[in-house]
């Protein structure tokens, strides 16, 4: 079965410090997703990408969120000035067409210290 | 009104029974309601959807039972194994209202036990 990658499984960051989490999405599909979970809550929507642009996104989702997709294979959300809050689980996600099925990432593993 | 309440919590069932997760919603224009099976260490990972024209749609040891009018829905696992422990969370999405995004319950921790 196809699969969405997401590099690094796990990323220690000092309070204020910029990420960039990354995702490989599957080839052939065009809507890109990222999801957060923080430890022992529900999955929670954070943005959605579609030809190069951002579709929709939560409250969740400020100025110090951003996502890219730099080339034909990476899509990435990058935290400016991480807060301890900041930390959690974070899944990117991708579907072929709206309609269909989400393939989910098995996430990035945030810890800001 | 874009949130989706899911119980138990968790849930403890021995081998071979069935297990019965809940989901509500409010949000009358969510359109598609998906159950996603979570793994520790893992990524939510679909199992089984429904449309809101259908009351009952079954694959294998899984069937989701929706109810439109009492805006509920569930996930009844038959015949349930310890490979089937995990996280499971219901979500919904409403295309007209908030386009792709999928808001998802609370998550269900089930064990099974041998």
């Known amino acids: 079965e196809p699969e969405v990658t997401q590099t690094p499984s796990h990323q220690v960051t000092q309070m204020g410090q910029e990420v960039i989490l990354r995702c490989v999405p599957i080839s052939n599909h065009l809507y890109f997703y990222w999801y957060r979970q923080i430890l022992g809550q529900k999955v929670e929507f954070l943005v959605s990408?579609?030809?190069?642009?951002?579709?929709?996104k939560s409250e969740i989702f400020d100025d110090q969120f951003s996502v890219e997709r730099p080339d034909g294979s990476n899509f990435t959300l990058k935290i400016r000035s991480t807060k301890l809050e900041d930390s959690a689980m974070y899944f990117c996600?991708?579907?072929?067409?709206?309609?269909?099925?989400?393939?989910f990432g098995q996430g990035t593993r945030l810890t800001v210290v | 009104q874009q949130q989706v309440k899911q119980s138990p919590q968790s849930l403890i069932v021995q081998k071979g029974g069935i297990s019965i997760i809940n989901c509500a919603y409010e949000?009358?224009?969510?359109?598609?309601f998906p159950w996603y099976q979570q793994f520790p260490g893992k990524g939510p990972a679909l199992l089984i959807a429904i449309r809101p024209d259908v009351s009952e749609k079954k694959e294998g040891r899984f069937t989701i039972s929706f109810n439109k009018s009492a805006k509920q829905f569930s996930l009844h696992i038959m015949d349930s194994q310890p490979g089937d422990s995990a996280t499971y969370f219901c979500?919904?999405?409403?295309?007209?209202?908030?386009?792709?995004?999928?808001?998802f319950g609370e998550g269900t921790q089930l064990t099974v036990n041998p």
């Open positions: 979500a919904a999405r409403g295309w007209e209202t908030s386009g792709s995004r999928l808001t």
């Open positions: 949000n009358t224009a969510f359109d598609y």
């Open positions: 996600a991708s579907s072929e067409r709206t309609e269909t099925r989400a393939f």
């Open positions: 990408f579609y030809n190069n642009e951002i579709s929709e």
